[in-house]
Each structure stands twice: as C-alpha cells, then as structure tokens.
C-alpha cells in the first residue's frame, strides 16, 4: 500500500472515518486469504496489537465486526429537524425575536436555541452549530454614524480634498 497508509487518518483536520473503515476492510480480506497478521500491520502501517485486535474481531464476528462504529464523538443534541427549525427562526432576525438591535451575538443565538429546542448551549458550541450545522460564517456590520450625511462627504470630497491635497 505505501507510505500514504497512515495519511488517510486525517481529512481537514478530522478523522477519515471512511478511509479507516476501508483499510479495516482490507485487514479483512487479507485474513480471509490467510495472510499473518504481522503481513497486515507490515503492509497497513499499524502497529502488531492493532493487527491482532482486528484479526481478534474479524474471528468473532467477520467483516462486521470491522465495520466500525461510522461515527465518532458524541451525538448532537439536535438533529436535522431542529437545525432546520432553527435556521428559519433565526433567519427573521434578533428584532423578531424580541431583540433590540439587528445584529446576531453568540449569547443571542443561544438564548433563541434554547427557546426553540430547550437544549443550552454555550458561545463556543452555539458558534459550532452555526457553523458546521448550518454553514454559517462570522460577519461583522458596517460600523456608520447614524449622523453620517453622505451628500456633506461627497461635497467636501469634491471641494476640500482637491484644495488640502496641492
């Protein structure tokens, strides 16, 4: 297999569940072909007590028992139709939500959320779920004076900047 064998362990910073699985599956195969279990590790790249583990399970249970769990981590408290109800929730705005200003805090989500579901989150799992859940990035509004007169900028660009810039 190579020297690629121990990089499919990661992808973006996680697991690749789906590519320890499948070497798990070849482990099998080579068991099936009777093949040693130091042949396994060797040409895996997995340590002897890994080998010996798969091939323990393999004997009890098949391929099955290779399967892996496909998961890893702790479920989510929500799911799928909650996420859902929560994206059209918070895309009315904090105002609908009984919030004085336009603008989405981390605190403000996670009261809604709390609302809607009954689950309670903190800021750094209210930021995971918008997210990876929801896809959703970090946005930063315009800071404007509410004074700000755009036609007093546009006259004073047009006469002053020229005659202070000579």
Known sequence: MGSDAR?????????????????????????????????????????????SRWHRQWIEGGNEALEGAGRAGRRSRLDDAQIAVIREELLKGPQAHGFATGVWTLGRVAIVIERLTGVTYGPTQTWTILRTRLGWSRQRPARRAVERDEDAIVAWRENEWPRIKK
């Open 7 to 51: 990089k499919v362990k990661r992808r973006g910073g996680r697991r690749d569940l789906r590519a320890l699985r499948d070497r798990r599956m070849q482990a099998a195969e080579m068991f099936a072909a009777g093949r040693r279990q130091v042949d396994v590790a060797v040409e895996l790249e997995v340590s002897q007590q890994t080998a």
